[in-house]
């Protein structure tokens, strides 16, 4: 079974930093680009970063450029979210999420994490 | 960006109902549109693919159709778990920006 288990969220002060992990087992990790997608309370789902299979591609949100960075280790099945710089608009649920074939472009979102909270308040 | 707008944002439906749900893309991308399920607490759940592909293990009174700039998702006879939210989302555009439509909240009447 595919599992998708995000941890690292929490309550963070604005400016502070955060890094969340996902860990993947259940499919071959190696061959998948990944993704982070968060949820503000109350609010639709907006896709943060994604990651091709061997890290050559990222491609991030606007609205966390320069500030998220996306990572992976494919030798430990995990994929990384570091957040610097956080702002209460970050505030959200932060789901991990596997491209439902090898690469997302054209394809889709399937499966997801059950999410992770990360509160940035002072 | 490609924005996606779905429309109506909510609806209030009874069970046995045929209910529609619309997704209209700012620019062509041809049939690159998924629909996600998401209930009350839980992560989205991938329902349709590629505008009308089920995927596996989703009832089949679960639809979709649509090409360019108009898509629906089709219940043919609602269930009670059906009530739920439903996002569109477009993965045409390159590099890559995946952008969802702002959900459609199916409630009971």
């Known amino acids: 079974e595919v599992q998708l288990v995000e941890s690292g969220g929490g309550l963070v002060k604005p400016g502070g930093s955060l890094r969340l992990s996902c860990a993947a087992s259940g499919f071959t990790f190696s061959s998948y680009s990944m993704n982070w997608v968060r949820q503000a309370p109350g609010k639709g789902l907006e896709w943060v970063s994604s990651i091709s299979s061997s890290s050559s591609y990222i491609y991030y949100a606007e609205s966390v450029k320069g500030r998220f960075t996306i990572s992976r280790d494919n030798a430990k099945n995990s994929l990384y979210l570091q957040m610097n710089s956080l702002r209460a608009e970050d505030t959200a649920v932060y789901y991990c999420?596997?491209?439902?074939?090898?690469?997302?472009?054209?394809?889709?979102?399937?499966?997801w994490g059950q999410g992770t909270l990360v509160t940035v308040s002072s | 960006d490609i924005q996606m707008t779905q429309s109506p944002s909510s609806l209030s439906a009874s069970v046995g109902d045929r209910v529609t749900i619309t997704c209209r893309a700012s620019q062509s991308i041809s049939s690159f549109l998924n629909w996600y399920q998401q209930r009350p607490g839980k992560a989205p759940k991938l329902l349709i693919y590629?505008?009308?592909s089920l995927q596996s293990g989703v009832p089949s009174r679960f639809s979709g159709s649509g090409s360019g700039t108009d898509f629906t998702l089709t219940i043919s006879s609602l269930q009670p778990e059906d009530f739920a939210t439903y996002y569109c989302?477009?993965?045409?555009?390159?590099?890559?920006?995946?952008?969802f439509g702002q959900g459609t909240k199916l409630e009971i009447k």
């Open positions: 989302q477009q993965s045409y555009s390159t590099p890559p920006v995946f952008t």
């Open positions: 999420v596997r491209c439902g074939s090898t690469t997302c472009y054209l394809g889709w979102f399937d499966p």
């Open positions: 590629a505008a009308s």
